[in-house]
């Protein structure tokens, strides 16, 4: 235990993050290191470890946010947050190699406040990386010397599935004018709910949770990664560059079908019509289409739409966290980050 005061009401959500990324990283680095060298070079850059010639750095490294929940959903089981380690790493192994992934395929050139890493050493190097942080976190979480082990990998491998059908749809969804909310749902369920469901199940399972346990856990992440993109794609739009580090607009920039906008294409208001003339539009969008598109966006009730959707899923998840502890400062911290996670500025 750090030296932060635990009380049964527990700890911050900075305290619990800050514990969270102290952990992980003991764990994490060690796993990076056994990479072959120019994967290990890419991914020290992309953690916030290095520089771009490999030099040490201490750069943003991410919140940590899906490791705590992994190290957190063992403790509220009655487990210990240690038997969940390689969990949690292998989760943020996995979280990253999508976000290496993700910056390619979005074109996006910058992520916490520095270039990209496919802007850096080329997109090829960069997509490999994330083929190798995706590997290296099956060959922890496979080689934990948990008897559940086997399990965790099973449930580890499903959601990464159902993390690829997502982002699959995602990119789909650009090329198509006719994109359904419900359809835009399912997709977000998949790209960001399917991980942090697992997140919280690993957790449970190698804490030594009963079954009902673990798919409580589950069910509180996936509902939480729901709110969690939609909490991001408001930030895609409306989100402050300065403390995002992506570039103000950015998912109206490259015509994203992110929720709110989807909300606002299909309410079948002028607003909506007027915005799916601007997304149609063959060439870019100026700085004056994209401040008056989420003025649409806004107006039309996308914004509030994707703020109340969030709100109800976070009572949702709440539910299912009530449901599935037995310990409560665990479960009080559980919903500490699950308000964070709905009411976030990056």
């Given at each position: 235990m750090t030296a932060i005061e635990v009380t049964a009401e527990g700890r911050s959500a900075r305290e619990v993050l800050l514990w969270s990324r102290d952990t992980?990283?003991?764990?994490?680095?060690?796993?990076?290191?056994?990479?072959?060298?120019?994967?290990?070079?890419?991914?020290?850059?992309?953690?916030?470890?290095?520089?771009e010639r490999g030099e040490p750095a201490r750069a943003g490294g991410g919140k940590a946010i899906r490791p705590a929940l992994v190290l957190l959903a063992a403790e509220a089981v009655g487990g210990a947050a240690d038997a969940a380690l390689p969990a949690a790493v292998a989760v943020e192994l996995a979280h990253n190699f999508s976000l290496l992934h993700d910056d390619v395929m979005d074109g996006?050139?910058?992520?916490?406040?520095?270039?990209?890493?496919?802007?850096?050493?080329?997109?090829?190097?960069?997509?490999?990386?994330?083929?190798?942080l995706l590997a290296l976190a099956f060959d922890v979480l496979a080689t934990a010397g948990h008897p559940a082990a086997p399990e965790a990998t099973r449930i580890f491998g499903a959601a990464i599935q159902e993390?690829?059908?997502?982002?699959?749809?995602?990119?789909a969804f650009e090329r198509r004018q006719d994109v359904e909310l419900a359809e835009c749902l399912v997709m977000a369920a998949g790209?960001?709910?399917?991980?942090?469901?697992?997140?919280?199940?690993?957790?449970?399972?190698?804490?030594?949770?009963a079954p009902e346990q673990v798919e409580?856990?589950?069910?509180?992440?996936?509902?939480?990664?729901?709110?969690?993109?939609?909490v991001d794609d408001l930030l895609g739009i409306w989100g402050d560059p300065q403390v995002t580090g992506k570039p103000v607009y950015s998912d109206l920039r490259s015509r994203k079908k992110s929720l709110p906008i989807v909300?606002?294409?299909?309410?079948?208001?002028?607003?909506?019509?007027?915005?799916?003339g601007l997304y149609q539009r063959e060439r870019p969008l100026s700085d004056a289409d994209l401040v008056h598109a989420a003025e649409l966006v806004d107006a039309v009730g996308g914004r509030a739409w994707s703020q109340t959707q969030a709100d109800e899923l976070l009572a949702r998840a709440l539910h299912h966290l009530r449901s599935a502890g037995s310990?409560?400062?665990?479960?009080?911290?559980?919903?500490t980050l699950a308000r964070l996670v709905t009411h976030r500025d990056h």
């Open positions: 992980v990283e003991s764990a994490l680095r060690p796993a990076i290191d056994r990479l072959p060298p120019a994967m290990r070079r890419i991914a020290g850059y992309h953690f916030g470890w290095s520089d996006d050139r910058t992520r916490r406040h520095r270039p990209t890493a496919w802007t850096v050493f080329g997109v090829s190097p960069a997509i490999l990386a994330g083929d190798a993390l690829l059908e997502g982002q699959n749809a995602d990119m790209k960001t709910g399917a991980l942090l469901g697992c997140a919280c199940a690993l957790g449970a399972l190698l804490g030594g949770g409580h856990l589950r069910a509180f992440g996936r509902d939480l990664g729901l709110a969690f993109q939609l909300a606002a294409l299909t309410s079948s208001s002028p607003a909506g019509r007027e915005l799916a310990v409560s400062r665990p479960i009080a911290e559980l919903g």
